[in-house]
Protein backbone atom coordinates (compact mmCIF):
# COMPACT_ATOMS: atom_id res chain seq x y z
CA UNK A 1 0.00 0.00 0.00
CA UNK A 2 1.29 3.57 -0.83
CA UNK A 3 0.74 6.22 1.78
CA UNK A 4 0.49 10.09 0.23
CA UNK A 5 1.71 12.84 2.32
CA UNK A 6 1.14 16.39 1.36
CA UNK A 7 3.89 18.90 2.41
CA UNK A 8 3.48 22.48 2.64
CA UNK A 9 6.77 24.22 1.43
CA UNK A 10 5.57 27.68 1.28
CA UNK A 11 1.96 29.14 0.36
CA UNK A 12 2.45 29.18 -3.47
CA UNK A 13 4.50 25.60 -3.74
CA UNK A 14 2.76 22.81 -1.69
CA UNK A 15 4.03 19.26 -3.06
CA UNK A 16 2.44 15.71 -2.65
CA UNK A 17 5.13 13.37 -1.70
CA UNK A 18 4.14 9.18 -2.75
CA UNK A 19 5.53 6.74 -0.24
CA UNK A 20 6.27 6.52 3.19
CA UNK A 21 10.39 6.18 1.90
CA UNK A 22 12.61 8.83 2.29
CA UNK A 23 13.95 10.01 -1.52
CA UNK A 24 16.99 8.88 -3.13
CA UNK A 25 20.06 10.29 -2.38
CA UNK A 26 20.39 10.73 -6.46
CA UNK A 27 18.16 13.50 -6.25
CA UNK A 28 19.82 15.44 -3.54
CA UNK A 29 21.99 18.43 -4.88
CA UNK A 30 25.73 18.30 -5.53
CA UNK A 31 28.63 20.83 -4.64
CA UNK A 32 26.65 22.97 -2.49
CA UNK A 33 29.35 25.26 -1.43
CA UNK A 34 29.36 29.23 -1.28
CA UNK A 35 31.57 31.56 -3.66
CA UNK A 36 32.29 35.36 -2.88
CA UNK A 37 33.67 38.16 -4.59
CA UNK A 38 33.90 41.47 -2.91
CA UNK A 39 31.41 40.25 -0.07
CA UNK A 40 29.29 39.43 -2.82
CA UNK A 41 28.05 35.74 -1.44
CA UNK A 42 25.91 33.45 -3.84
CA UNK A 43 25.10 30.26 -2.72
CA UNK A 44 25.54 27.60 -5.69
CA UNK A 45 24.70 23.37 -6.34
CA UNK A 46 24.87 20.98 -9.41
CA UNK A 47 21.49 18.96 -9.43
CA UNK A 48 21.16 15.26 -8.36
CA UNK A 49 22.49 12.81 -10.60
CA UNK A 50 18.91 11.68 -11.01
CA UNK A 51 17.50 15.48 -11.65
CA UNK A 52 17.23 15.35 -15.81
CA UNK A 53 15.89 18.45 -17.88
CA UNK A 54 14.71 21.91 -15.94
CA UNK A 55 11.71 20.51 -14.60
CA UNK A 56 13.34 20.29 -10.85
CA UNK A 57 12.65 22.51 -8.28
CA UNK A 58 14.94 23.99 -5.44
CA UNK A 59 14.64 25.76 -2.15
CA UNK A 60 17.46 27.28 0.23
CA UNK A 61 18.09 28.05 3.78
CA UNK A 62 20.56 29.38 5.74
CA UNK A 63 21.77 29.92 8.83
CA UNK A 64 24.67 31.68 11.16
CA UNK A 65 26.86 29.55 12.80
CA UNK A 66 25.38 28.78 16.31
CA UNK A 67 21.85 29.21 15.91
CA UNK A 68 19.47 26.19 15.71
CA UNK A 69 16.96 27.38 13.24
CA UNK A 70 17.58 27.78 9.64
CA UNK A 71 15.73 30.49 7.44
CA UNK A 72 14.42 30.38 4.33
CA UNK A 73 15.41 32.48 1.20
CA UNK A 74 11.86 33.64 -0.13
CA UNK A 75 13.48 34.43 -3.43
CA UNK A 76 15.49 31.35 -3.94
CA UNK A 77 12.11 29.16 -2.64
CA UNK A 78 10.51 26.86 -5.88
CA UNK A 79 13.69 28.35 -8.16
CA UNK A 80 14.99 26.45 -11.42
CA UNK A 81 18.27 27.93 -11.07
CA UNK A 82 21.33 26.54 -9.64
CA UNK A 83 22.23 29.76 -7.60
CA UNK A 84 21.00 31.60 -4.93
CA UNK A 85 22.66 35.49 -3.78
CA UNK A 86 23.11 35.18 -0.05
CA UNK A 87 24.60 38.63 0.15
CA UNK A 88 22.40 40.08 2.44
CA UNK A 89 21.45 37.12 4.97
CA UNK A 90 25.33 37.03 5.07
CA UNK A 91 26.36 40.74 5.72
CA UNK A 92 28.02 40.33 9.25
CA UNK A 93 31.42 39.35 7.41
CA UNK A 94 33.02 38.21 10.57
CA UNK A 95 30.43 35.76 11.06
CA UNK A 96 30.12 31.81 9.31
CA UNK A 97 27.37 30.91 8.25
CA UNK A 98 26.02 27.77 6.18
CA UNK A 99 23.44 27.68 3.62
CA UNK A 100 21.46 24.50 2.54
CA UNK A 101 19.53 23.35 -0.71
CA UNK A 102 17.15 20.51 -1.30
CA UNK A 103 15.25 19.66 -4.24
CA UNK A 104 11.61 19.04 -5.56
CA UNK A 105 11.61 16.65 -8.89
CA UNK A 106 8.63 14.67 -9.89
CA UNK A 107 6.58 14.92 -6.73
CA UNK A 108 9.56 13.94 -4.51
CA UNK A 109 11.17 15.78 -2.39
CA UNK A 110 15.02 15.34 -1.21
CA UNK A 111 17.09 15.67 2.06
CA UNK A 112 19.19 18.99 2.29
CA UNK A 113 22.62 19.40 1.02
CA UNK A 114 24.61 21.56 3.32
CA UNK A 115 27.66 23.54 2.81
CA UNK A 116 30.78 23.87 4.91
CA UNK A 117 31.02 26.53 6.98
CA UNK A 118 31.64 29.75 5.05
CA UNK A 119 33.62 32.93 7.02
CA UNK A 120 32.95 35.84 4.55
CA UNK A 121 35.74 37.60 5.95
CA UNK A 122 38.54 35.00 4.88
CA UNK A 123 37.14 33.38 1.77
CA UNK A 124 35.64 36.61 -0.10
CA UNK A 125 38.16 37.13 -3.28
CA UNK A 126 38.85 40.94 -4.26
Not at 19 to 34: E, I
Request: hydrophobic share 35%; aromatic share 14%; net charge neutral.
Amino acid sequence: MTMMLTSELSASHSLVVVGAQPAPASLRPQRVHFQSHNFHNVLHWRPGRACTGNSSLYFVQYKMYGQRQWSNKADCWGIQEFFCDLTSETSDIQEPYYGRVRTAWAGILSGWTMTQRFMPWWESEC
